[in-house]
C-alpha cells in the first residue's frame, strides 16, 4: 500500500508539472514502453451532443499497465483533461481486464493495444464551423518485473459541425468496439454471503442462461475485498453461477461492506454487478436451492464405462508415467521368481496396494469436487509439498535398490532369506507408489471413463475407478499367478543383485524429474531446501546401511540414532520449503509466448483467446499439459517439436496455446470438465472458420498434428 501511494504521489506531481508547463506535443507519443495517444470515436463534434474520446495506450511487448483496481500491486493509469469553458469529460470506461502474476501477487492488467475511452459532454452553445483542441495529460505505471512512471500530454483537434458527423475513419469502429465488449449493467441479481472462510457471490438473471461459464471470474472494484491471488471456484445453475472466493482486508478487519461490486466477466462477455448482503434467489447454484443430484447412468453406460476403464488401466501400463515403476516391479519378481508361493502372495499384495490407492485417491478426488474446487485427476501433483515427498521417497527406494542400506530385513536376510511378511509389504508399496506416479498421466479409453464418473454418485464413480485399478494391476498379478511364465527365468544367483542395483537408476531418474517438476512450481529457493533435505536423507540412508553392516558381523552401533537425527532434520527443511510454495495457480494468459519445439512457439491460453483467434479466421490448437504429465512431455518432443510441424504453423497462419495445468487453475479444470475429462493430456484443434474442436488422441505423432492442422485451415 505504502508503494502504491508513493507511486500515486510522484504521478500526481508529474501531471501538475506537465500541465502547469501548457507543452502540446506531437501525437502520438512515445513514452519510453508506450505509444499513446487521444482517437476520437467521431470525426466531429456536435453541439450538446456526448463524443467518446479514447486514450489509446500500444504497450511494449511483455509490459503492462493497470485497470481501475491494479490487484495485489501497481496503479491505474490516470488522465487529467484541460478542456475549453463548458465542456466536461466523465469517467474512464474500462475494457475488461487480464489476469497477470508476479510472484505470489496477482494485478489486473491490460497488454498488447488497449483503449480507454472516455465521454466528453459538449455545450450546447459550441460554434460550429470552428476548431477545438482537447488536452489530455496521462499518468501510466508500465511493468514488466520493474515498474516504470511514465506520461505524456495529448492533445486532439476536433471540428465542430452542425449535423451528424459520422464515424472517425481511422478509430470509429475501434472506439465503438471498444465501447460495446466493455462490462455493462445487464439487470443482474447479485448477492455475497460469507460462508466460514468462503466468500460466496451468486449472480443471476436472464444474460446468464446458456452463456458460456468456463472461466468465469470477479474483478472487483475495491482492492482489498478480496485476495486477488487466491483460486475462484465456479458452481453453475439453472440461472446463473456462484462463485467461491476468499475474502480479504475488508471481511477480516472491522465491520464488513455492505456492497460488493465489481466485473463478472465470462467467455467473451463481461457484466457490472453490484452485490448485496443476503441470502440468495433460488437458482444460484451453490447457495440458493441445492443441486440436482447427478442422473445415476444407465446399466449400458455403467457397463461401457466399467470396460473403458479397465481397458484404459491395462494401456496405463504401456504409458511413460509407469516405465520408472516397472524397475521396482522387475526386481521384486526376479527375486521369488522360483517360489510360486511367494509370487503369488506378492502379487495379491501388489493387487491389494493399486486397488486401496486408487480408490482413496478417487474418494479425495470426489470429496474436494463435492467442496466446490475444481481439480482434476492427478491433482496430487499439482502440490509441491506432494511433489518434493515422492521426490524422496524415490530417492529412497533408489538407494535401496543400489544396495546402501536394506529395508524390512537385516543384512543377513540378503540373497534370498527376505521374510514373506517383508515382501509383502514391500509389493504394496510398489503397487501405491505407481499409482501415485503414474495416475497424473490418462490413457486411451481411461480419459473418458474418468469423465463419466466424476458426473456420476459416489458409489458409481467408485466402481469406475475400481474397473480402472483392476486394469492397472492386471498383468503383474496375471505374471505372478503364471508359473510358466517365470519358470523361464534363470535360478536365482548373483545376477539378481546385479539386475536389482541397474533396476535403480530408472527410479533415480524418477526422483530428478519430481524435482524438475518441484522446481516449476515452486521456484529457485525452494528447489535448493530440497536439494539439502535430498543430501541429508541420502547420508542418512548410508548411515542406516554402515550400522546394519556392523550388526551383521556382531558389533553394537550407535549410528542409526544420528541417522534418525539427520531423517527428522531433512523432513524440516522440507517442511520450511513448503511454507515458501507459492500459491496453486497457473500461469496466466498475459504471460509471454514460450517455446514449444524448434521454430514453433506457443502462447498461454485462455478461452477468450482461443476466440479472438477463430474470430480471425486462424486455426488453433490447444495443448492442455502439465509439467508432471510424462506423456505430455513425450508428446512434446515426439510430435510437436518437429520441422514439419512448425512449417506447417507457418504455412497455415496456426497458432498454438498451452494451457498449463501444472499448478492448480480452475479455468483450465472447467475447460477440461466441458470435454469430458478429468485429467492431461488433452490436444483440441479448432477450424479457422469457427465451430467446434476435434479431439486428438492421448499419443500423438507428428504426422497426426500436421493432418489436423491441414483439415482445420480448409475447415
Known sequence: ??????????????????????????????????????????????????????????????????????GDAGDATKIVWTLPTGWTAGDIVWPTPEKSRVGPLLDYAYTGEVLLPVPITVPV?????????????????????????????????????????????????????????????????????????????????????????????????????????????????????????????????GTPPTELSGVVALNGQAFEVTATAGEPPAGAFGLGAPPAAAKPADAAGLATALVFAFLGGLILNLMPCVFPVLSMKAASLAGHAHDPGKTRLQGLAFLVGVVATFLALAGLLIAVRAGGAAVGWGFQLQSPVVVASLALVMLLVALNMSGVFEFGTSIQGVGGRASARGGVTGAFFTGALAVVVAAPCTAPFMAGALGFALTQPPLISMSVFLALALGFAAPFVILAFAPALLARLPRPGAWMDTLKKGLAFPMYGTAAWLVWVFSQQAGSIALGEVFAAAVLLAFAAWLWGHAQTRRAVGKPSLVPLLASLLALAGVIALTALTVQAPPLVAPTASAAAVPAGPGLASEPWSPERVAALQAEGRPVMVDFTAAWCVTCQVNEKIALSGAGVSQVFRDRNAVLLKADWTNRDATIAAALAEHGRAGVPLYLVYPAKGGAPVILPQLLTEGMVVEAIEKAAAS
Open 125 to 253: 452553445d459550441a460554434k460550429p464551423g470552428s476548431t477545438v483542441t482537447l488536452k489530455a495529460a496521462a499518468a501510466f505505471l508500465v511493468c514488466e518485473e520493474i515498474c516504470i512512471p511514465e506520461d505524456a500530454v495529448l492533445t486532439l483537434s476536433l471540428p465542430i459541425v452542425a449535423g451528424a458527423p459520422g464515424p472517425d475513419p481511422k478509430w470509429g469502429a475501434v472506439v465503438a468496439k471498444t465501447l460495446a465488449d466493455a462490462p455493462k449493467a445487464a439487470g443482474l441479481k447479485a448477492v455475497f454471503k460469507l460462508d466460514g472462510g468462503v466468500l460466496k457471490l451468486a449472480v443471476t438473471g436472464a444474460p446468464l442462461k446458456g452463456a458460456d461459464m468456463a472461466g468465469a471470474y470477479f474483478y472487483p472494484y475495491s482492492g482489498k475485498v478480496i485476495d486477488h491471488a487466491a483460486e475462484q471456484t465456479i458452481e453453475r445453475g439453472p440461472e446463473g453461477l456462484t462463485l467461491g472466493l476468499t475474502p480479504g482486508y475488508d471481511f477480516t478487519s
Open 1 to 70: 500500500m505504502l508503494i502504491r501511494k508513493l507511486l500515486a504521489a510522484v504521478q500526481a506531481v508529474v501531471l501538475a508539472g506537465l500541465l502547469a508547463s501548457g507543452q502540446a506535443l506531437a501525437e502520438p507519443v512515445n513514452t519510453g514502453h508506450i505509444e499513446a495517444e487521444l482517437v476520437a470515436q467521431d470525426a466531429a463534434a456536435v453541439p450538446g451532443a456526448t463524443i467518446y474520446v479514447a486514450l489509446r495506450q500500444k504497450i511494449q511487448p511483455g509490459w503492462h499497465t493497470y485497470w481501475r483496481n491494479p
